[in-house]
């Protein structure tokens, strides 16, 4: 069996570094890891549109931009399909057929569904399409044969849905659809990177992020404003590192060449948090600190975006090149779904011999 991952994100906004930690980092790795026979990368515009329905612009606007993001953090387009999820109708389709085998209750009881609907406001309406997400999901995945999933802990309930849909539809239909495996995190960390404001996981909603696409003189801003220990008053003081967004965001990035090269007086991180706890060290030499690792990361990456956005075109032809790749690929699996499910009726003449015999 080939091994395929399928993944993606919504075109809402930019990309950040919370989706840098989270995910695209790990898309690299795997990428060139050699492992997998195919990598999709959707663009979930469709589902980006089930919350955003009345505001279409948002999600087109932002298309380009999440492209960019990924070809900037150096998703291949050699190695890696990418394509835009509202072209692929089969994927509609599929979603269509799926939901037969999902009752309104198990929707309604998915603890990523709960607390989405819950943090969008949705308790005493929610859009059919929203409430749907899950199924439409498992279209997603099924489409490309996907054996492996990348997602966050909080999306597992929607990766055992798939896997629901999966078993019942072979269940009923005979062995078509290939059951997919969830990728995780290593650590709670690249889970869930905290906002700068240190209240909440970086999101593009709260305004608490750092973009990829941030330029030097923004970067430094949002970490010299970040959320640190609020009893850390003068430098003397000791300082608390656990829940400090700086160290949290230390613990993340800096490594042992860092401090080389920026802070020689230390050898790593352990030692500058000792130091930090015992008081003698201000905030202001931490986020300098951090400033010079955040600088360092993104540069390379906001460099080949701006290089990138002067030839646009290419962009979109990549985007263009992957979609028709991808509705290839969905087209064979709709072709067996429905043949599965003897809805193939003019595909061949095995419908037109059964009614012949039928009548004869």
Request: glycine share 6%; proline share 4%; hydrophobic share 35%.
């Amino acid at each position: 069996m080939q091994k395929i991952i399928l993944t993606g994100d919504r075109p809402t906004g930019r990309l950040h570094l919370g989706h840098y930690v989270g995910s695209l980092k790990r898309r690299v790795e795997l990428q060139n890891s050699g492992e997998f026979d195919k990598i999709y990368i959707m663009i979930a515009d469709a589902q980006a549109l089930t919350d955003n329905f009345d505001n279409p612009s948002k999600v087109r606007n932002n298309v380009i931009e999440v492209a960019l993001d990924y070809l900037a953090v150096g998703i291949d387009p050699k190695k890696a399909t990418i394509f835009v999820q509202s072209e692929i109708s089969e994927l509609t389709e599929l979603t269509f057929y799926y939901m037969n085998l999902v009752t309104l209750s198990r929707l309604q009881r998915n603890p990523t569904v709960k607390n989405e609907i819950k943090l969008r406001g949705f308790e005493k309406s929610i859009p059919v399409g929203f409430l749907n997400y899950p199924i439409s999901q498992a279209a997603d995945i099924t489409a490309f044969n996907a054996t492996c999933v990348p997602v966050g802990v909080d999306q597992l309930p929607m990766i055992e849905q798939t896997r629901e849909i999966v078993h019942s539809f072979n269940s009923i239909y005979g062995n078509t659809l290939t059951m997919p495996e969830a990728e995780v995190p290593k650590s709670d960390l690249e889970q869930r990177l905290p906002g700068t404001d240190g209240k909440a996981k970086m999101s593009k909603s709260l305004g608490n992020c750092i973009y990829l696409s941030d330029d030097e003189d923004t970067i430094k801003k949002k970490v010299m404003s970040m959320y640190t220990d609020p009893n850390h008053i003068r430098v003397e003081d000791p300082g608390n590192v656990e829940g400090n967004v700086v160290f949290t965001y230390l613990d993340v990035f800096a490594k042992d060449e860092d401090f080389n090269k920026y802070l020689p007086e230390y050898k790593n991180l352990d030692e500058l948090k000792e130091h930090y706890r015992r008081g003698g060290l201000g905030d202001v030499v931490i986020k300098k600190f951090l400033n010079n690792i955040l600088q360092d990361l993104l540069r390379p990456i906001r460099e080949k975006r701006e290089s990138l956005s002067k030839n646009i075109t290419y962009v979109y032809d990549v985007l263009k090149s992957g979609t028709k790749m991808a509705q290839e690929e969905a087209n064979k699996t709709i072709k067996s779904v429905k043949k599965a499910m003897k809805i193939d009726y003019f595909a061949d003449d095995e419908f037109l011999n059964e009614i012949v015999d039928k009548y004869k």
